[in-house]
């Protein structure tokens, strides 16, 4: 089935997928869905099961990667839908959790969907609760509820249900764990065991709370976003990325860790490579001015 010929499942929201939705503060009426089928090769069902969305969320994850680069390099983001979907979609660039979140939320929307926006706190919490600077989504297929999240960087490849019990990803294993304090946890087994990689509650999320949070991760001197270039890409085997300078790919159990310093023309080669990120020359120009000088230099 080709991207044009799919055709969503009406919402109170939503007429069809290509007419006019209900003006929300979320903007979704402004999604052009079947640019962003394109932009990331699906072209199965759009019945809202569990099926299409497992594989929308693995075809959005294979095709548009983490990045921060407008942070790092000054320019800002921005987090409402027509400004994602221009850099994310029609530029073929990649984003971090907000613009990803907003982005298939939006999707997930207009397909029929329920869509319930959350902020978690990033880490288990053991050293103090973290303000709540990450953006997932809840949806709800039939009796099940699932934890969505496309844009963790290196996290799921497509959801978990709240069952608490562990879910097979490629090489990677996850589960929704349930906290003592009415949250809950994502957690990814490791080999020294379960990790919490955030912690979230139910809260609901308007989109100014996410201008909020973006603002913070953008401009706080202490966000690892501010600091450094970084880019991530995940798949069944491993997951590629890169900090500054540093290119790894590293597999499940942290297994056959490929580790590269790269040069200013390698680190724009592997954003465009193995990143899949379309870069102008102007944006080439300022990632590379963002970066830390090569080791050795003066």
């Known amino acids: 089935m080709s991207a044009a010929a799919v055709t969503a499942t009406p919402t109170p929201a939503t007429t069809?997928?290509?007419g006019p939705a209900v003006t929300d503060e979320w903007n979704t009426d402004r999604l052009d869905l079947?640019?962003?089928?394109?932009?990331?090769?699906?072209?199965?069902?759009?019945?809202?099961?569990?099926?299409?969305?497992?594989?929308l969320h693995r075809a959005h994850v294979a095709a548009i990667a983490f990045e921060n680069l407008d942070v790092a390099t000054g320019r800002g983001v921005a987090v409402d839908l027509p400004e994602v979907q221009d850099k994310l979609v029609t530029r073929r660039r990649?984003?971090?959790?907000?613009?990803?979140?907003?982005?298939?939320?939006?999707?997930?929307d207009r397909l029929g969907y329920p869509v319930h926006r959350v902020l978690a706190r990033v880490g288990?919490?053991?050293?103090?609760?973290?303000?709540?600077?990450?953006?997932?989504?809840?949806?709800?297929?039939?009796?099940a509820r699932w934890l969505v999240d496309v844009g963790?960087?290196?996290?799921l490849l497509e959801p978990v249900p709240f069952d608490g019990t562990a879910h097979h990803q490629g090489g990677w294993t996850y589960r929704s764990h349930p906290e003592t304090d009415c949250s809950w946890a994502l957690q990814e087994l490791r080999p020294e065991g379960w990790t919490t990689l955030y912690t979230f509650t139910e809260e609901r999320v308007h989109a100014s709370d996410v201008v909020m949070a973006n603002h913070f991760t953008a401009t706080w001197p202490r966000s690892p976003f501010v600091a450094?270039?970084?880019?991530?890409?995940k798949d069944a085997h491993a997951v590629h990325q890169l900090l500054g300078r540093?290119?790894?790919?590293?597999?499940p159990q942290g297994d056959g860790e490929d580790a590269r310093v790269l040069t200013d023309a390698e680190v724009v080669t592997a954003l465009r490579q193995v990143f899949g990120l379309h870069l102008t020359a102007d944006e080439a120009t300022r990632v590379t001015a963002a970066l830390p000088a090569p080791a050795g230099s003066r």
Request: some cysteine.
């Open 34 to 55: 079947d640019a962003y089928l394109t932009r990331t090769g699906y072209a199965g069902s759009s019945v809202p099961d569990v099926t299409t969305l497992i594989e």
């Open 228 to 233: 450094q270039v970084i880019a991530v890409r």
């Open 152 to 155: 963790f960087g290196s996290g």
């Open 16 to 18: 069809t997928n290509r």
């Open 246 to 251: 540093r290119l790894t790919a590293t597999g």
């Open 94 to 108: 990649g984003g971090y959790c907000y613009e990803h979140g907003t982005l298939f939320a939006a999707v997930l």
């Open 124 to 143: 288990s919490g053991d050293d103090g609760p973290r303000p709540r600077t990450h953006l997932a989504i809840i949806t709800q297929v039939q009796d």
